[in-house]
């Protein structure tokens, strides 16, 4: 009786976590440049179930198997490019991706105050000091590894990222290639990080094309209406199981108030 609480447990537990997923994809749908996290389910190992007089039969006779639980093995970061808005903002920059094969994705690279870290949002602002920043002020880099300093807002970014500020050219912006998203690590705003291997620059990847348009940003790739259905099948999943733990609640009470008792 003990295993169907453990496996109703683990049912809950497993929606849970994936409704808190959900719930963080739907709350960042109107972020620019978001990627949706998918999540993994995977079964524990299945327990065979045998005959009661198995030990008088050398072939021991499977009669069935017993999944015990489930569990939310991974997030999988969804890489589809989302769609493109024009926004008439010439701060503003959307990474159009071609070319890569699945799960890999470009990124602007970005220096802040822990690091180096890449992000999709290109919803960039000029700082007092003339460098392009993001809304957290992370400085977005160039391919010498030093921040655009672009002075204002009157400047162009060309299709192949090269930077004109004035008539002059002053320099690329610094687009960088995962070659699997799931090796990235979310942070807050709009932030992931690779503490697995260097981030190869976008420029030197034969497999990876790309295009900046400014003036425009990338929405994020979540789609609502199926996020919105999968958080009810979630719930309903969920209350299943509670509705399972409940009812071997209710048997194990009144198995113990019996126990013992004399008529």
């Avoid at 389910?41 to 006779?61: D, E, H, I, K, V």
Wanted: hydrophobic residues 35%.
């Amino acid at each position: 009786m003990l295993k169907g609480f453990y496996t109703a447990t683990s049912g809950m537990l497993s929606m849970q976590y994936r409704q808190d997923q959900l719930t963080n994809n739907l709350a960042n749908s109107n972020t620019p440049g978001f990627k949706a996290d998918q999540s993994v389910t995977r079964s524990f190992p299945t327990m065979l179930m045998q005959a009661n007089n198995a030990y008088q039969n050398p072939s021991r006779q499977v009669v069935g198997e017993l999944p015990t639980a489930v569990y939310l093995q991974e997030h999988l970061m969804n890489a589809q490019q989302g769609d493109i808005q024009q926004t008439g903002q010439a701060t503003d920059l959307a990474l159009v991706q071609g070319g890569a094969t699945d799960g890999a994705a470009v990124f602007f690279a970005v220096e802040t105050e822990n690091g180096i870290r890449y992000t999709r949002n290109g919803n960039f602002q000029v700082d007092l000091n003339g460098n392009l920043v993001t809304a957290s002020g992370g400085r977005v880099l160039g391919t010498d590894g030093n921040p655009l300093q672009v002075g204002n807002e009157s400047f162009t970014i060309q299709p192949s990222g090269i930077v004109v500020v004035d008539g002059e050219e002053i320099g690329s912006l610094e687009v960088v290639v995962a070659d699997d998203v799931n090796d990235l690590i979310k942070e807050g705003n709009g932030y992931v990080r690779n503490d697995q291997t260097d981030m190869q620059s976008a420029y030197n990847v034969d497999t990876v094309t790309f295009s900046v348009q400014q003036y425009a940003l990338e929405n994020s790739n979540v789609d609502v209406t199926s996020t919105m259905n999968e958080m009810l099948q979630a719930y309903r999943l969920f209350e299943a199981n509670q509705k399972v733990i409940q009812a071997y609640d209710q048997s194990l009470e009144k198995t113990v108030n019996e126990v013992g008792r004399i008529n």
